[in-house]
T-cell receptor, first 113, second 113 residues
Framework: EAQVTQNPRYLITVTGKKLTVTCSQN?????MSWYRQDPGLGLRQIYY???????DKGDVPEGYKVSRKEKRNFPLILESPSPNQTSLYFC????????????FGPGTRLTVT | QKEVEQNSGPLSVPEGAIASLNCTYS??????FFWYRQYSGKSPELIMS????GDKEDGRFTAQLNKASQYVSLLIRDSQPSDSATYLC?????????????FGTGTRLQVTL
C-alpha cells in the first residue's frame, strides 16, 4: 500500500529535550515536505526536500532541522524544543517536483511543556 | 493580506444541495491550484487540482479557476453528510519558486440531513 508513515503519532516532551520525528514514504517520491498545523494559522511549511541531500526552508523553519540521506526518509529534528513548537505536524511527499499533489502522513501531535 | 484566503465557515448546506467553497490568492504569478479535504483529526487528502482557467470536473466535484480575478472555487454537487469536513485551498507559485505550496486556513463544511 502506498503510504507516508510518521512516528511517533503522539509525543509529550519537556522544553530543551532533543527529539526526532521520523517520516518515511514507499512511493519513490523525490519531493518531501514538513508542515505544522495550528488553529487559525492553517498548514505552514517548515522545510522541504527535492531530492537526497537537497533541502530548503519553508515559511517557518526556525527551531527545526531536517536531513535527507535516503530518498524514502525525511526526519524532522527539534534540537531544543520550546512550548511554541506544540503543534500538529504533517509529513508529505509528492511525485512532482512542483510538489502540489501531495500525499500526507497521519500526523504527529507534539506537546512541549 | 494573506497569500491564500478562505472564509473559515462553517458553511452549512442541506443534503443534496450544491456547496460552493471559495478561495482567493494574492500572487498573480501562481501557477497551480489544489483543493484538499481534511476530516477532523485526520490528514489532508487531495481531491482536485487545476492548472488553467475554466472548470475541471471530477465526479461530484468541480474546480473553477479565474486567474484574472485570482479566484479559485470548489463546487460539490449533491452534497452528502460524508462531505462534512474542512476544505483547504493550496496554491503553488510555479517554476522558479521550487515547490512551495501555500495553504489557506480552510473552510469548514457542514452537510445537514
Amino acid at each position: 500500500e502506498a503510504q507516508v508513515t510518521q512516528n511517533p503519532r503522539y509525543l509529550i516532551t519537556v522544553t530543551g529535550k532533543k527529539l526526532t520525528v521520523t517520516c518515511s514514504q514507499n512511493m519513490n517520491h523525490e519531493y518531501m515536505s514538513w508542515y505544522r498545523q495550528d488553529p487559525g494559522l492553517g498548514l505552514r511549511q517548515i522545510y522541504y526536500s527535492m531530492n537526497v541531500e537537497v533541502t530548503d526552508k519553508g515559511d517557518v523553519p526556525e527551531g527545526y532541522k531536517v536531513s535527507r540521506k535516503e530518498k524514502r526518509n525525511f526526519p524532522l529534528i527539534l534540537e531544543s524544543p520550546s512550548p511554541n513548537q506544540t503543534s500538529l505536524y504533517f509529513c508529505a511527499s509528492s511525485l512532482s517536483l512542483q510538489g502540489g499533489e501531495q500525499y500526507f502522513g497521519p500526523g504527529t501531535r507534539l506537546t512541549v511543556t | 493580506q494573506k497569500e491564500v484566503e478562505q472564509n473559515s465557515g462553517p458553511l452549512s448546506v442541506p443534503e443534496g444541495a450544491i456547496a460552493s467553497l471559495n478561495c482567493t490568492y494574492s500572487d498573480r504569478g501562481s501557477q497551480s491550484f489544489f483543493w484538499y479535504r481534511q476530516y477532523s483529526g485526520k490528514s489532508p487528502e487531495l481531491i482536485m487540482s487545476i492548472y488553467s482557467n475554466g472548470d475541471k470536473e471530477d465526479g461530484r466535484f468541480t474546480a473553477q479557476l479565474n486567474k484574472a480575478s485570482q479566484y479559485v472555487s470548489l463546487l460539490i454537487r449533491d452534497s452528502q453528510p460524508s462531505d462534512s469536513a474542512t476544505y483547504l485551498c493550496a496554491v503553488n507559485k510555479g517554476p522558479g519558486t521550487a515547490s512551495k505550496l501555500t495553504f489557506g486556513t480552510g473552510t469548514r463544511l457542514q452537510v445537514t440531513l
